[in-house]
């Protein structure tokens, strides 16, 4: 959507998006890094005040597309018929908190042209890239140190074991921001910070605990040749590679053991447990494909004694299936895969207006989101959805070719 020309940014209005957004881009990897659930309440208190402030100038907010809304319907429709038919109960409280999490960051997304209306974003995209090189930097001295900052601020003593797999969502903001920050600065005619950017993300992702950060910067940096070459042919590539390991997740995921029945020696056994997960979470969304167990199944399903005792790490329930596809399977069923398809699809087009640099930019961020959503993190964790909303709402700001005034 587009801003009317006939009304022109109220230049108070202007400094205080300007402000809100230079402050939270500044701290949101840094303090993100520190303190993982913050990311969230930072992508929520961002989101309220400058759609805030776009309602009160405006007296209106910009609407997500007809498709996006329809896609929403269809999820809200789909938790309710799951819980139903699923016989989990409906859980008012938890739906509306991930579905809520959900629409804010559709409507923040939409109204990305009216926040960014008046804004002038070269320091906002330095903020952003002050933020990257300080976060990481934290990031290195917490895991090289036994986070002197994070048993300083949260008041822990030096005989509490600080698990260096906290820091994994941190190092997942670092490498997906890494992107519209890099995008911008190259914009801006910074081209080697840019560069020194996204090698800081790699950096940060090879260094750190988390495997699917790495795999996901790995990722990242080998779709960005094509994308530079042209973003169309790269953005649906990636649409087209997605759609069919959506559709036949529980299939594909639940037959890994079957196809490799020493995956034990083959594979770590963090993965190892997640091969067991997907198998046992494919099996249980293909009972009732359609319309899935509602919101939060996989938190009241057992393992049955007969599947448990054939594996070798996954022994108890877990809160969610590592995997986005097999997660909308379960709770959604086929009706959601439709819904999350038409929403990514969304996302491919909206790349389409970026400048060249900043498109293959955003086509290395969906393709890193995606590496993550594959194989970490549950689809409605607070915090992952506060990273992936930050990351688009960059992006729309911050990355477009539109002159101050437009």
Known sequence: MTISGAMAPDPRFVRFRFWVLAVVLLLFVPVGVLAK???????????????????VERRRIARPAKPILIAFAAIVALSLLGAWFGGNGLHLVGMLKKLGMLALLLVCVSAAPEIRAGLSTQPLVLCLGAGILLGAM???????????????????????????????????????????????????????????????????????????????????VLVLPLAVLSGRIASRLVFLLAVPLMIAAPWLLGNLLVWIPDYVAVFPPSFADRLEIWHSAS?????????????????????????????????????HPHNAAIQIWLELGLGGILAALVLLGR????????????????????????????????????????????????FGVLCRNESPSD
């Open 37 to 55: 659930q913050a990311m969230a309440t930072l992508f929520i208190a961002l989101v309220i005040l400058l759609l805030g402030a776009v309602w």
């Open 138 to 220: 934290i990031f290195t001295i917490e895991l090289n140190f036994d986070a002197p900052l994070y048993r300083f601020f949260s008041g822990k003593g030096w005989d509490v074991d600080v698990a260096p797999s906290r820091f994994n969502r941190g190092s997942t903001a670092l490498v997906l921001l890494s992107w519209p920050a890099a995008a911008g600065l190259w914009l801006a005619g910074r081209r080697a910070v840019a560069l020194v950017l996204v090698l800081v993300g790699l950096a940060v992702a090879s260094i750190g605990e988390s495997a699917s950060a790495m795999l996901a910067a790995v990722a990242g």
């Open 283 to 319: 099996t249980t969304a293909l009972e009732q494909p359609l319309v899935g167990l509602g919101l939060g199944a996989m938190r009241s399903l057992e393992v049955p004694e007969a599947v448990r005792a054939t594996y070798s790490f996954f022994k108890h329930g877990t809160i």
């Open 347 to 394: 996302l491919v087009v909206a790349s389409d207006p970026l400048p060249r640099p900043a498109r293959a930019a955003a086509i290395s961020a969906l393709s890193c989101g995606l590496v993550i959503a594959a194989v970490s993190y549950g689809l409605w964790q607070e915090t992952w959805l506060g990273i992936i909303g930050f990351t688009i709402l960059s």
